[in-house]
């Protein structure tokens, strides 16, 4: 019969071809415990095969670049898939500091001190409470650890 040459046909080819090869799928893991708090350094990650997508519960961190210099929020264990939201950008305000604030438009520069009410991280909006007025404000904090109030 035609049918079983078609059959037999394919049985071949797929016979020939061996089974298909999983793609491997490689994703950063810690090579040590990892405490909240921590920084996370490059000597403390390597790579573990999962073999698929689909055998990862969570949405997990997919290169280094994306958790090397961030600070873990909960254990990292060794050998398992970092969550992407395990992992925060590094605060540069710390809750209860004293802050340098800045008000820069055009050529006016002003400058004071505040206490933050709040920890932020680069570009987060944070509050802080003038020292010598006891207003509450609020603005953007900067990498070296200032906030920027409004202006340009």
Known sequence: MASDKVFALFAAVFAAAGPAAAEPYLLPTPNVTVY???VVKDEMLGERDFGSPALVRIKPATSRAALVGKIARRTLLPGAAIPANAVAEPKV????AKVRVVYEQGGLSIAAYALALQDGGVGDVVSLRNIETGLVISGAAQADGSVRIGGE
């Open 36 to 38: 909240p708090g921590e």
């Open 93 to 96: 305000v710390a809750n209860g």
